[in-house]
């Protein structure tokens, strides 16, 4: 008994000592480092592995208040020359054909856009920082995505520290220290209805139902643990973001369809470290936020996995063991517009070619470092890339990392994640909220 008291209070000195060091990380001390570090270049690191003993070396492209999560002796950053992960060509041609058509109202809603890239670098550089910050959310909302993706098999664990740094129970691909405490398996799809560039003749959309009022929908499906299996969610992205997103949720022990309300899109995800607008760095609604562009970084990502298994490594398994470019990035922030939100700033690092987002930090609303979340993609050769399926960054993995309480949650996709081509009757068939009570 002795010794799991003393294990207890020594778990408390722990969290009360990282804590203390969080607190010293606020907004203003990230602004200093993008400031001073502002100019270091794409090719400022040579390619080839970054230990320990060379994370000085990173201090220019890593955070301070996050870079913390990279001193384990463990450390192995694979950097690789970075390279250019272009959209589609069709992407390409409709971005040509409808350039400088798409402007923003006093809301913050786009308007007059209809396929490509709404906004050019050329228009975001000349814009002031308010509107440039709304061109750059615009942009990563209607990057290339071809049809959507598929991930049938996708593991979220949530990960807590261990006391001596050790590793406890742990589930595939996460090849570090921590725990698991509870874990999920998943299936997930998105398919894109509208603003498609390779349907030109078919002004941009799918046949189906309100694919000329809705950008995508998504279906989720828990397949375990037992507590939780047959839970699903249909999300409904509108094309119009002031008209909210409808989220339909399906408890499988209630037997009833319910939809959540937009607080509770803010608050943590079946227990996990993400929120509903987490995923992939940001999945929330243009205007339920305040957009800033503070500037341009250059950052590590992983857009270019070498994993067959994405594999994280550290203290709580949190950081990717993997092959990561120099990429450069619009600093862009949103403030939530909902006074209760547990957000006070969210700091993107959006990619200047993809609009994919590599690291995303959280401030609270004392502005001081709460959560960074990083995104691990797979591109394919140079060669696969003007195939429509392979033309997109593949998902790989989402990581949510607590820094104030030292927790983690990983979501790693077993099965490669796909683009797959739909029909319009599988689509009206999976993604209708009046079968979500039904099977897949």
């Known amino acids: 008994m002795l010794k799991i008291l003393l294990n207890i ?10 804590c203390q060091v969080f607190a010293a990380v606020t907004f203003s001390d990230v602004k200093v480092w993008l400031d001073e570090y502002a100019q270091a270049p794409s090719d400022g690191l040579a390619p080839g592995n970054y230990d320990r003993a060379r994370l000085q070396d990173l201090n220019a492209y890593i955070a301070p208040g996050f870079i913390e999560s990279f001193d384990f002796p463990e450390l192995d950053i694979e950097i690789e020359e970075t390279r250019s992960h272009a959209p589609h060509q069709s992407f390409q041609e409709a971005t040509a054909l409808y350039a400088d058509q798409a402007t923003i109202n006093e809301d913050g809603q786009i308007e007059g856009y209809t396929a490509g890239q709404p906004f050019t670098r050329q ?13 750059v959310a615009w942009n990563r909302i209607y990057r290339w ?16 520290s261990v006391l001596d740094g050790g590793a406890g129970d742990l ?18 799809h998105r398919v894109y209805l509208s603003k498609l560039a390779w349907l030109p003749t078919k002004g941009y959309r799918m046949d189906v139902t309100d694919s000329d009022e809705l950008l995508y929908k998504e279906f989720m499906e828990f397949l375990a643990p037992f507590d939780v299996a047959g839970t699903k969610f249909i999300i409904e992205r509108p094309l119009v973001h002031a ?13 009833r369809v319910r939809r959540l309300s937009a607080k509770e899109r803010a608050d943590h995800f079946m227990g996990t470290v993400f929120t509903f607008d987490d995923f992939e760095g940001f999945s929330g609604l243009v205007t339920d936020n305040t957009w800033e562009l503070l500037g341009h970084k250059v950052i590590p990502a992983v857009l270019n996995s070498k994993q067959a298994i994405p594999l994280s490594h550290g203290p709580i398994s ?26 006070g700033r969210r700091l993107m690092f959006v990619d200047e070619e993809t609009f ?41 993995s989402s990581i949510a990392i607590n820094l104030r309480d030292n927790l983690a949650t990983v979501a790693i996709a077993g099965p490669p994640t796909e683009f797959v081509p739909m029909k319009a009757s599988r689509v009206n068939q999976l993604f209708s909220i009046s079968n979500l009570s039904g099977g897949r």
């Open 171 to 188: 589930v595939e691909g996460l090849v570090g220290g921590g725990h698991v405490d509870r874990y999920f398996q998943v299936f997930y």
């Open 145 to 160: 995505q071809y049809q959507g993706y598929r991930a049938p098999e996708t593991t979220m664990a949530n990960i807590e």
């Open 9 to 18: 209070v020594l778990n408390a000195l722990t969290l009360v000592a990282t």
């Open 356 to 396: 994919g987002i590599g690291l995303a930090l959280v401030f609270d609303r004392n502005d001081e470092l709460y959560k960074a979340f990083m995104v691990v993609h797979k591109s394919s050769d140079k060669s696969e890339q003007s195939e429509l399926a392979l033309s997109v960054p593949r998902w790989r």
């Open 318 to 343: 949190s950081i990717p063991l993997d092959r990561w470019q120099l990429r450069p990035s619009y600093v862009l922030q949103a403030i939530p517009k909902f006074e209760n939100h547990q957000y």
């Open 123 to 135: 228009a975001i550089d000349a814009a002031l920082s308010g509107a440039a910050g709304l061109m």
């Open 243 to 255: 008209e909210g997103e409808k989220v339909n949720s399906y408890l499988a022990s209630e037997r």
